[in-house]
């Protein structure tokens, strides 16, 4: 008698449970009389049109893909939608999902790779054929989803590299102290000093790596955004799907200037004060002008004067300096109150826009 065989992944670790055969591996289970017939041995002749029907086995295929999509195993989606495609081949659930998951199941590395690019092109295309507006509406807002929850997953394997990382910078950073905390500093100064030359070389490498990461990183914005706009552009122009986006993205765009606006206002609300050099000079003037009333004072003339009319003359100076050049330029007064009313005008009217459009009709 044959060993049973699952159909879907392949595996003989079957055991019967509850009245079932269940597939160890993958979890499918099977009736006994689809069991019995999994296990009829020797050839089979047939005479006739043979017509073969994978419904059932698709819906099983299907239903584990969809599980595996939504729960973020994407190794384990990306093989059900394979299994998916062979059976469908366009079907643009079972092809986009397939390249998404090629994407999600593990980091990028230099680029997001050609064979999930060419699988969402090819759902693009699947995309364009379909005519039923409320479909094509319906196809876009999944895709949307599917899209996001992929990129999110790639960006997490990146985002635990970059942690990795930083932990070795702390761990190096650490022990760099404890080294400066075990004394001897006179001895080892030097050895000292070279140690912490090491830990800086040491850190710079590592954060050359963490940039390489988050440029990896902007790769998969930049894909998620790209393929936004082009899932966005299958849309048709009069569906809700296609005024929700674009209204989204104008109150977005509207939401961010008036933010940048209203940072402007506060930056040149107030002209630029007097700068720290008033306080240095003047007390430098003052402790000049000190010094040389005490000589004054106290020694007399046995001082030299051109020493006291140097010290009288570097005090005043110091003081003149500090007080003029501390004050902030009329231009940058000038500046200041231009661009504050510039941006005041600029909010007004873009704050009237934003208004204007939460009350449109087309929200």
């Not at 295309?125 to 507006?133: C, T, Y």
């Not at 933010?259 to 007097?274: D, E, F, G, M």
């Amino acid at each position: 008698m044959k060993a049973l065989v699952c159909e879907l992944c392949g595996s003989n670790d079957i055991v019967k449970k509850d009245g079932f055969f269940v597939c160890q591996h993958c979890g499918t289970k099977y009736s006994p009389e689809e069991a019995r017939k999994m296990m009829i041995e020797g050839p089979v002749t047939v005479v006739g049109t043979v017509s073969i029907d994978n419904s059932a086995s698709y819906d099983r295929i299907l239903g584990l893909a969809r599980d595996a999509f939504t729960d973020k195993r994407f190794d384990s989606a990306y093989d059900y939608y394979c299994q998916a495609v062979d059976i469908r081949p366009d079907e643009f659930e079972n092809v986009l999902r397939q390249g998404l998951s090629i994407l999600g199941k593990e980091p990028i590395q230099s680029a997001v790779p050609s064979s999930c690019v060419n699988r969402v092109n090819r759902a693009l295309d699947l995309l364009s054929a379909v005519s039923d507006s409320e479909q094509k509406s319906n196809m876009i807002s999944s895709a949307l989803e599917d899209l996001q929850s992929a990129c999110d997953q790639a960006k997490s394997y990146l985002a635990e590299e970059i942690r990795d990382l930083d932990a070795q910078k702390m761990a190096t950073r650490s022990a760099g102290d404890v080294l400066a905390d075990l004394g001897r500093p006179t001895i080892v100064a030097s050895q000292n000093q070279s140690e912490d030359k090491r830990i800086q070389r040491h850190n710079s490498a590592i954060d050359e790596k963490i940039s390489a990461v988050n440029s990896r990183k902007k790769l998969i914005d930049q894909f998620q955004t790209e393929y936004k706009e082009k899932f966005m552009d299958r849309a048709d122009s009069d569906s809700q799907i296609k005024r929700d986006y674009l209204y989204k993205e104008k109150k977005q765009k509207l939401e961010s200037e008036i933010v940048a606006l209203r940072s402007t206002i506060l930056q040149t609300q107030n002209p630029p004060k007097k700068t720290g050099c008033l306080v240095f000079f003047v007390i430098l003037g003052l402790a000049a002008l000190g010094i040389g009333l005490y000589f004054t004072a106290t020694i007399g003339y046995s001082v030299s004067p051109v020493l006291l009319g140097l010290m009288f003359f570097l005090g005043l100076f110091s003081i003149i300096f500090g007080i003029k050049y501390s004050k902030p330029k009329k231009v940058e007064k000038e500046d200041y109150a231009r661009r504050n009313a510039e941006a005041q005008e600029q909010l007004a009217k873009k704050e009237a826009e934003l208004a204007d459009l939460e009350k449109s009709p087309e929200r």
